[in-house]
């Protein structure tokens, strides 16, 4: 093998050197292959393959041959005797055959110098197949590059994540998508396993190799197609969810070579599943709280009325009053508890007040001043000056931001920063309520919206996030959360802006700019 590289290298270099000097060329006769050599001289896409050809003289042509005359005044000189062509050309180094004369052929070979290569007939004939082949792979060439361009068009064009890998789990191609989520260069790409691509994702993802539900793995092993959905938090804190496609490539072999790996991000519509799944949580539970006011409330009360009653019998001994207390303290637990229940399978009927959501943040403030200096927690405020007023009721807002509140304090046990901002973003107000407490776990993350899910072991029913986000919905708000692990929490919330609308001007006019505090 290294005797073939060897031979190889020297041939190149030889080819090299015959290119740099090129052939000055003589053409004796124009008969069969004539045509084929002038279209072999005028190509010069074929200075790639070829060394320079450059036709210089032609002697002892047919007579009335009308492809002289272009020759002619291209510059070729014609001439009626071999003989004076080579005398008055002493650079031709190259001579052409094509009177298909054996006599001359050979009269040929005896009589010109060493420096002048001939070509007869025969060769002649070699030389039209290679113009053939070279239009052929001028087709397939022009063929090759359409199809590629369609083919590369198509796959930067697909908005999905589209990954080409080896059977070891390495990149070989990505789409444009990729490359603009990631900001890297695709030579940077190349060589990276497919869960090095999304680092942001951490460890978390479970993307890997050795993960049973990696569907790069099951295609390997299987041969077929497969499929999986992951869950992977952003460098923001933010939760994604992703289709993952991946699909084998066999070669003509029947051996898997590659695999396509397909990336779909359903984070939107995953998000409208679940709120439709939240909404008919809290219609069953709208449902089963008024079965439980009407069936329990009553007999609940009954039970607080005996038992203050038998507190006020002066016979009743100490440790029955005792017993009477845990009763009357256990029944006002359980009416709060459904008092919990009713309000929050209640439809609010929110005002629709004007709210400076700055003043509201410093309200609150200092109602949980003391708990922060108790528990050496700081408090940084972003507020942003002249904000435009917010529409809704100002009390259920203060509800939304004390639940907040109270999550971020108790989330910070060892202190930390609570930073509050409020700022004016597509046409909302935006609070923003960032604490460096310990975060929510991946595993709970996608619970702690559902009604009555609670980490606070003994105290806490669970509603304190499912209700703001029911409010701010109700309000024609949103709400969002980010969240990482050890590094804190930020819950932002979006209230729709108060409008001035002129009471003056017509019903059906446009309302007019925001109202400002």
Request: glycine share 6%.
């Amino acid at each position: 093998m290294t005797d073939l590289n060897e031979n190889l290298y020297h041939d190149h270099i030889c080819i090299l050197e015959e290119a740099e000097k090129g052939f000055q060329i003589g053409i004796i006769g124009t008969g069969v292959g004539f045509g084929s050599i002038l279209e072999l001289i005028k190509k010069p896409e074929l200075e790639e393959f070829f060394p320079k050809l450059d036709l210089v003289a032609i002697s002892q042509p047919k007579k009335d041959d009308q492809r002289l005359k272009e020759l002619i005044k291209s510059g070729v000189k014609v001439y009626q005797d071999y003989t004076e062509m080579l005398d008055k050309h002493p650079e031709i180094n190259l001579v052409i055959e094509l009177t298909d004369q054996q006599f001359l052929i050979k009269k040929l070979r005896q009589s010109l110098p060493s420096r002048i290569s001939i070509i007869d007939h025969t060769g002649t004939t070699f030389l039209c197949g290679l113009l053939i082949m070279s239009e052929v792979s001028d087709k397939c060439r022009l063929n090759l590059f359409q199809q590629q361009a369609i083919l590369t068009a198509l796959f930067d064009q697909i908005q999905d994540d589209i990954i080409l890998l080896g059977t070891n789990g390495r990149v070989l191609d990505v789409n444009h998508s990729v490359l603009k989520k990631i900001e890297m260069n695709k030579q940077d790409v190349l060589g990276k396993f497919c869960w090095e691509l999304f680092g942001d994702t951490g460890s978390e993802s479970g993307c890997n190799l050795k993960s049973p539900d990696c569907p790069f793995r099951k295609s390997v092993k299987d041969g077929k197609p497969s499929e999986s959905i992951q869950t992977r938090v952003d460098k923001h804190g933010r939760t994604n969810y992703y289709r993952i496609y991946a699909y084998p490539v066999f070669n003509e072999q029947g051996k898997l070579s590659k695999v396509v790996e397909m990336r779909r991000d359903i984070t939107h519509r995953t998000e409208m599943e679940k709120r439709l799944q939240q909404s008919e949580k809290l219609a069953a539970v709208g449902e089963l709280s008024t079965y439980i006011a009407h069936e329990i409330r009553n007999p609940l009360f009954a039970i607080g009325g005996f038992a203050n009653s038998l507190l006020k019998d002066s016979e009743l001994s100490s440790s029955s009053q005792e017993k009477v207390n845990i009763i009357l303290k256990e029944s006002k637990r359980l009416d709060n508890i459904l008092k919990n229940i009713i309000n929050f399978s209640r439809p609010t009927m929110p005002q629709e007040d004007e709210i400076n959501v700055n003043r509201v943040i410093m309200d609150i403030l200092q109602l949980f001043r003391l708990s922060c200096e108790e528990q050496n927690i700081k408090s940084d405020t972003k507020l942003t000056h002249g904000l435009a007023l917010a529409k809704g009721d100002p009390e259920l807002i203060k509800q939304c931001l004390i639940n907040l509140f109270k999550n971020s304090i108790e989330a910070m046990a060892d202190g930390g920063t609570l930073t509050l901002s409020t700022s004016m973003e597509d046409n909302f107000i935006v609070i923003r309520v960032t604490d460096t407490g310990t975060g929510i776990p991946k595993d709970i993350r996608e619970k702690v919206f559902n009604p009555f899910f609670s980490t606070k072991k003994g105290s806490g029913a669970g509603l304190g996030l499912a209700m703001t986000k029911k409010i701010m919905d109700d309000m024609g708000g949103k709400l969002e959360l980010f969240s990482q692990e050890n590094k804190g929490t930020t819950v932002v919330l979006y209230l729709p802006p108060y409008l001035a609308i002129d009471h003056d001007q017509d019903p059906g006019s446009s309302p007019s700019s925001i109202t400002k505090p």
